[in-house]
């Protein structure tokens, strides 16, 4: 799709004025992958190269030329880049504040549909990293829209139900890792929750705490499409992970899912969903359940997510493997549906939880 052709010449003539023209040397590298996303452009003359981290190296996944818009996708919300973009030429460029960006498309209904028909485009442009078109793991071209307008109308929440997923990187704080460690577990436990949820991350509200991420779905998304993604896809990509690094920055993860009203201050989402989220995340049964199994990865789900979307679903195969637990702690008390998940390799696990070593065989 060519941005600036769809654009009318009053419209491009706004975009003009709002953005300022750059110049990039061949093999410059424009936007670059983990980086914040404060910016978009648009290429008024050259081409560039779209790739993504992939093995230990890179792979290509696009080339946009003149009169295409790039960094749409991580320009609606508070993110970073999900790909890198290098100048292949000498590129001319018009770029645009991410803030500057979402206030122009939100003014004009007919360029923010413009701009819906390339993200769900692009969305569905790569199978291997998006889904088939309609397939599991695809939005819809509806569901595409009522984010963006969602997003783009404000960004709190006021109540609405929505789904609340808190994960928490076990022994997060041990001795055994060191500030690298953390670096490495922070920075990749953000991709791997990106890729786990694929292109439904769009629709997300996330938030950093530490050791872990407060991520708000918004109402739009149905629950069992979260949970769907997080059941099929988060272990996997824990043990290419675990493979990858080894050691004192591997992962183990515990995750926590509920539903219900969220509203948000300043300072970000609030509310008793929230809490409850904390409260399962931090439960001392989830806890001691992993510890003794040695689990990797442990999902603990409010009881009613669990009957209206996992127990009542028949297609869901993983509902057999979760387990009723009683969940104590701080001043909740209620019930709650766990599953765990061994992410064991055939390289053998040198760190024990608690901060020992284990020997080896």
């Known amino acids: 799709m060519n941005f600036l052709d769809s654009l009318a010449p009053a419209e491009r003539e706004a975009f003009s004025e709002v953005a300022t023209e750059e110049s990039f040397p061949r093999g410059f590298r424009i936007m670059s992958e983990g980086e914040p996303a404060n910016h978009v452009i648009v290429i008024l003359g050259g081409w560039t190269r779209i790739t ?9 996944v696009a080339e946009r030329g003149p009169g295409q818009l790039v960094g749409e996708r991580a320009a609606l919300r508070p993110h970073v880049r999900s790909a890198t973009v290098t100048a292949l030429t000498e590129v001319r460029a018009l770029m645009m504040k991410t803030e500057d960006f979402a206030s122009f498309i939100a003014s004009d209904p007919r360029v923010l549909e413009v701009v819906e028909d390339q993200i769900y485009n692009r969305l569905t442009e790569y199978p291997e990293d998006y889904g ?33 997923l808190l994960t928490d990187v076990v022994d997060f704080g041990a001795p055994y890792r060191k500030d690298y460690d953390r670096e490495v577990i922070r920075s990749e436990g953000l991709k ?37 993604k997080i059941n099929r896809d988060l272990s996997g990509k824990l043990r290419l992970h675990n493979r990858t690094f080894g050691g004192s920055a591997r992962i183990h993860l515990r995750v926590a899912v509920t539903a219900g009203p969220v509203t948000s201050d300043p300072l970000g989402p609030s509310g ?24 990797g990865l442990g999902i603990l789900v409010a009881d009613f ?18 387990k009723k637990v009683k969940v104590r702690n701080k001043e909740f008390t209620g019930w709650a549906w766990m599953r765990l998940t061994n992410l064991s390799s055939p390289a053998p696990d040198p760190l024990r939880a608690g901060g020992g070593v284990r020997e080896q065989p």
């Open 52 to 60: 993504v981290r992939s093995g230990g190296g890179e792979r290509i």
């Open 132 to 164: 088939q078109r309609g397939g599991p793991g695809a939005l819809s071209r509806s569901e595409v829209s009522d984010a963006l307008r969602a997003r783009l109308q404000s960004q709190t929440f006021a109540g609405e139900n929505c789904t609340v």
């Open 192 to 228: 791997i929750m990106r890729a786990s949820l694929g292109p439904l991350w769009d629709t997300c509200d996330c938030a950093d705490r530490g050791d872990g991420l407060l991520i708000v779905v918004g109402p739009q998304i149905p629950t069992a499409r979260i949970i769907e």
């Open 272 to 295: 008793e969903t929230i809490i409850h989220a904390a409260r399962l995340a931090d439960a001392p049964v989830l806890k001691e359940a992993m510890a003794d199994t040695d689990a």
């Open 305 to 322: 997510v669990y009957d209206w979307v996992i127990g009542s679903a028949a297609d869901f195969a993983e509902a057999p493997e979760y």
